[in-house]
């Protein structure tokens, strides 16, 4: 079989074809500037962020492909309510709006096992609950007591 298939957790547009990508990709022979390229430029919107990326490299022709993955649940919900980090003690650091909950659920759902938006929804709210986030001012317990 002539495909290799890598995954990468690369930083958001901002890879570079240095470490660790560089020691990976260079004996391969694969034009790692190019590929690095194209990581960044399907990433950029996510800056900031750690993305998953697949590279799937024909190894006769080098011609590559590059898929994104989706960010983490936590940090898609802190980039759509502008937080820097969570807390891990329980406490309460920020609110988000079901609207974004929701905002968060459509970027993410393709990449969900949740059987339907509903069930995708009560997933994104257990992580806002994890991170210490309150939705629309309420506990997320009675939020997901409501749905």
């Known amino acids: 079989m002539s495909m290799k298939t ?10 570079t ?3 660790p990508l560089g020691t990976v990709l260079g004996p391969l022979g694969v034009p790692t500037p190019q590929i690095v ?20 490299v024909d190894m006769v022709t080098k011609k590559f492909e590059v898929e994104v993955g989706s960010p983490p649940t936590a940090g898609l ?8 980090k969570g807390t891990a003690d329980g406490s309460t ?15 993410k759902i393709k990449f969900m096992n949740a059987p339907d938006e509903k069930a995708a929804i009560k997933e994104v709210l257990g ?4 991170i210490g986030l309150t939705v629309d001012g309420k506990s997320v317990v009675d939020v997901l007591s409501e749905l």
Do not use: H, R
């Open 6 to 15: 890598l995954v990468f957790q690369i930083p958001a547009g901002e890879a």
């Open 17 to 19: 074809p240095g470490p």
């Open 37 to 56: 390229a194209k990581m960044n430029e399907i990433t950029k919107e996510f800056k900031g962020m750690k993305m998953p990326v697949i590279l799937k």
């Open 77 to 84: 919900i802190k980039k759509v309510i502008g937080l820097d």
């Open 93 to 107: 650091v920020a609110d988000i709006t079901m609207d974004q909950v929701k905002e968060v659920v459509k970027q």
């Open 127 to 130: 992580t806002c609950k994890s």
